[in-house]
């Protein structure tokens, strides 16, 4: 007996050694020399707690690269520069509304191209594990549910077993695995994995949901491909959001930092006998920012440091970020702190601190530091680092004031006006990103009137004016924010009639986490003035072009962004000049003869959207910072003419002037307060 148990410890040492050390050359090693006996079969599996690829053992070195943060003409140039930093796998969620905006209409097209992404990962040799929701969490409005859920009545329970739920997501996969399914890897595709949920003990312990999920994956993708969960690593976590048995692999993430043994160790109690390969499928190499922090920044040497601790062990990991991206139009997501007012909405800017930067800079010290390490436990020699993409600062851009939103809308005749006796959600009224301006009537007083709004989600700007005085500015009364709700005092304006109250509503992106995820957007309460509700309400939705979406036919807004070679706009500077927080639209021109990589800078200016070429870049807001220029890839840009359209919310910089620069910047400076001993963003 003695003798056999030293024959098994051997045997085990050697498969252990062939599954992680450095694969010898093929004159020391025959091709058939520690298979796992599959009859020849090729397909990816676990087996003795390894993953297993054509019957050899397999360590995943993965990163996540999500293809709806990346122009599709650099998806190449990202996964070659993951490629170059030792990965073999790409890990990438998929955002159910970037896919289906509106319900039936679903776009798989440009930044919603999943079948080439997919496609181009087989070609450069990458596997793929495929994070297929439908909830994905990822700093990404709604968790990547479609805000028009959030319409429906009654109210759906998001993430849960109920039916109205389940039969959205049973139509939704039914559109996305079919897919999927040819580019398993068992059908010659990159697919190794499918994620179903993400972190769902982290939000609930609906198991009756998870094994829906399971089942409908089955269904439409077979029994080979590996089903797996991913929960953080803790018993309680796991407990609720892992299925026990063999049909679903259970994987773990974790903080940096953290010992990751003997959270491996816990992990296999969640998994069959032998099927539970060591993996952090969320390594986090940085993190997040929201608006009015610093930057999130996180030491190349200990990020590397504890990437060794489990790959020296023969673990597997993904890492969160390998390249973060940026949020592109209105698809950032948010976080909450104590409660839902606590809210915290994320940059433009997905950089994450990752080790391929938001431009895909490469020359850095995080990049190296986990390169040399990756290499170290590496089957094959590593490709070689790409150099940097060149980035032009074309210089100062001129801008002229086109118009006041305001100028541009007229309440009547509106095809998308909305009456009703109270206010209603945004997306009640079918709008799902962006603004929508609310429109009442009140009488005023002689000492002025205190306006509330219980509930306002996120962001209100309060204006008044006569109805008479269509000639003059509405006057701007103060703004009301769902982060630090407080009455505001309307000034007494002398009308004929009554005066007209405007409250530009907007959307900051929806919640991705936690449990205040139902997160309608515009004015969810009645609005108050002196303690009376004010009734009759006029509701507009300003549709401005968000990612992927052609460009729309809008009363309001399509001749700004059409018309950026007006003639005759006045270019007023506002030096010494009253502002009046008026949102209003601003377009310039430049021209390049060499088009690459650039930033716009918008030191100075307020708070806003902008958009080049017609393209949506996302919101910038450097009076809160701490991002101050927004980055726009070369595909944007064209030769000769390029045009940016601004829609600046509060005040602009006093010269009216952005600048193209060739780097990023994070240290605008933050206005930030303390309530009640913690931060919190003000206006």
Known sequence: MAGNRTAAVIFVIVIVFAAFAPLPSSSHRSSSQFRLDKGGEEKFEIADDMFWKDGEPFRIIGGDLHYFRVHPEYWEDRLLRAKALGLNTIQTYVPWNLHEPSQGHVVFEGFADLVSFLKLCKKLDLLVMLRVGPYICGEWDLG??????????????????????LNLVEKWWSILLPKVFPLLYSNGGPIIMVQVENEFGSYGDDKAYLHYLVKLARTHLGDDIIL???DGGARDTLE???????????????????????????????????????ISTEFYTGWLTHWGENIASTDASFTATYLEKILSKNGSAVLYMAHGGTNLGFYNGANTGD?????????TSYDYDAPIRESGDVDNAKYKALRRVIAKYSAKPLASIPP??????????????????????????????????????????????????????????????????????????????CPEDSEKRPTYADVITRWSNRPIHLPYLKCESNNNLFILVENMGRLNYGPYMFDRKGILSSVYLDSTPLYKWKMLPLSLQNVNESPKIDPIISNTIKTASLKGSARKKLIGKKLNFEPAFYTGHFNIDKVRDTYIS???????????????????????????????????????NNTVVILELESPKPDLTVSSVDHPDFTCTSKLGKSRGRLVLTS
């Open 339 to 347: 409660n839902e007012s606590d809210f915290k909405p994320d940059l």
């Open 602 to 640: 918008f030191r100075g200016w307020s708070k806003g959207i902008a958009f080049v070429n017609e393209i949506n870049v996302g919101r910038f807001w450097p009076s809160v910072g701490p991002q101050c220029n927004l980055y726009v890839p070369a595909p944007i840009l064209r030769e000769g």
């Open 228 to 230: 797996y969960t991913t």
């Open 144 to 165: 990547g549910f479609p805000g028009w859920l959030l319409a429906k009545e009654p109210p759906i329970r998001l993430r849960s077993s109920d039916p109205v739920f």
């Open 240 to 278: 609720k959001g892992t299925l026990k048995g063999d049909d679903v692999f259970s994987a773990v993430d974790f903080t940096t930092g953290d010992d990751p043994w003997p959270i491996f160790n816990l992990q296999k109690e969640f998994n069959a006998p032998g099927k539970s390969p060591p």
């Open 388 to 465: 940097d993409n060149e980035r032009i600062a074309y210089g100062r851009i001129q801008l002229d004031k086109v118009s006041y939103l305001y100028d541009m809308i007229g309440m009547k005749d509106l095809v998308d006006l909305v009456e009703s006796e109270n206010p209603s959600s945004m997306e009640a009224i079918g709008q799902m990103f962006g603004f929508v301006l609310y429109a009442s009537e009140y009488t005023p007083k002689s000492n002025g009137s205190v306006l509330s709004i219980p509930k306002v989600h996120d962001r209100a700007q309060v204006f008044i004016s």
